[in-house]
Each structure stands twice: as C-alpha cells, then as structure tokens.
C-alpha cells in the first residue's frame, strides 16, 4: 500500500485505537468497511502495545484489504488510550474525524445522529451515554459513579459536558489543529479535548446512542478511590496547563 499524501483529504477518518484486541477487530474493521465503502474515506487502527497477537492480525488484514473506497491504514504508538488517539487524529486526513473504540460499542449510532445534525455544522459531536435518550444497560455503581466524576469535571474544570468520554465526531481540520495541544496519555485525553473545545468556545453537543449487545468489551474493573484520585489529579493537571495558555 502506497504512503498516503497529507494533503489529499477524504471525507471520514475513523480512528480505532487497538490494545489487545484481537478478539474483536477483525469484525469491527469489516462493519466499517461494509459501512464506509465506496466513501473515499480511512480507517487507522492505532496499535498500541498489544501482546495478543493484534499487530500480526492487524498486519494481515491490512495486507488482504478489499473495501474499495476505503483504505486501512495501522499505525502504531506508545502504550496508552491517549497516545493511540493523538496518533490517529495528527495522521488522519478526513473532513470529519471519528473516534471510536475497536469494538464499535454504539455501531454507528455517533455518526447517524452527526450525519443528520451536518457532520462540519459543530466541531465537536459526541456520541453520550449521558444523553437521557441514550440506552444503557449500566449497573448501579457505574451509575453513581458516572454522577460523581461528573460533579468532579465541573468542579474542577468547570465543564458542562456531560459525557466527555464517549465517541466523538469531530471536525477534521479543527482536531488536527488542536491535537498538538493534547497531553493526557491515558482515558482523559478525550475530556483534554472536550476542555479546550469549551474554552474556545467550541461547545460539544451530545448525541444519543444505544450500547449494543453484542458489545465484545469485557468491562473494566472499578476501583472507586484509585480511579477518582487519577481522575481528580488529572483534572487539575488538565486545567493548569491550559487555563495558563487561555489566559482564565
């Protein structure tokens, strides 16, 4: 496959980051080729520190890709939610810029309800599990938990999305504008973006989805004081840095 020129933009650039997902990219990349075939648009699948195996498959499909209109493009990045999405924004070459996770948890719930909206009418649309119309099959703890690391955006950040760690459609110029900006390694790089969206006045608009059953995700395990104590700690970092370069 030839070396993409970064000036030759397409129209969608879905983002996948992959860490040990070898159990569910291979479907995952073909629901986005069915989906996007015939688009003029990519999908990146960011590796990132996978010992699954991942690399290997990821390599063969990449070799056997036959969705015309669609390239797939793996690349790789330091271990890290956020490094495998700042990866794929600053290399993505879309109008609009989705990302999403490698087993597709909403389908394309984000991008159906983006596509009615207008995909470039907002910089930032998000696919939110906090949208009263989202269904959800989350249990209590999550529930309360939600809640709480809500109040705790607001308190410290001040933010008034509610769900900035859902999927995300993005405005493809303006996310690679900003990706340079971004500096959470891990599962707040996504709240970062939505923070420097709202200081510029860039306000993000939640779109309701519906978690799918065939969700392949195992679930990650709650520790309720660790996962708040990163989280506060990174929040406070997150608006250090750049409440400084905002001048607020």
Do not use: C
């Not at 990866?87 to 999403?100: A, E, F, N, P, T």
């Amino acid at each position: 496959m030839g070396t993409p020129e970064p000036t030759d933009q397409l129209v969608l650039s879905y983002v996948v980051p992959a860490y040990n997902s070898s159990d569910a990219i291979e479907a995952t990349l073909k629901e986005l080729g069915d989906r996007l075939q015939g688009t003029h648009s990519e999908i990146l699948v960011v590796e990132n520190g996978s010992t699954d195996g991942s690399p290997e498959l990821l390599a063969k499909l990449e070799q056997e890709w036959q969705f015309d209109g669609v390239e797939l493009r793996v690349l790789t990045s330091e271990k890290g939610l956020g490094h495998a999405l700042k990866k794929g924004i600053g290399s993505s070459r879309g109008s609009s810029v989705i990302l999403s996770a490698d087993d597709l948890p909403f389908g394309f719930d984000d991008l159906d309800e983006a596509q009615k909206i207008g995909l470039n009418k907002h910089k930032v649309i998000i696919g939110s599990k906090a949208h009263p119309k989202s269904e959800l099959d989350r249990t209590l703890l999550r529930a309360v938990l939600s809640t709480g690391f809500l109040v705790l955006r607001w308190l410290i950040l001040g933010m008034k999305t509610r769900d900035p760690q859902g999927t995300f459609v993005l405005d493809g110029p303006w996310a690679r504008g900003v990706v340079g900006k971004l500096t959470a390694p891990g599962f707040l790089l996504t709240t970062e973006l939505v923070y420097l969206a709202e200081l510029e006045g860039n306000h993000p608009v939640e779109v309701p989805v519906k978690l799918r059953r065939i969700h392949t995700g195992a679930g990650s395990t709650i520790r309720v004081f660790h996962d708040a104590y990163a989280m506060g700690m990174g929040l406070f970092k997150i608006r250090k840095l750049h409440r400084k370069t905002h001048g607020r």
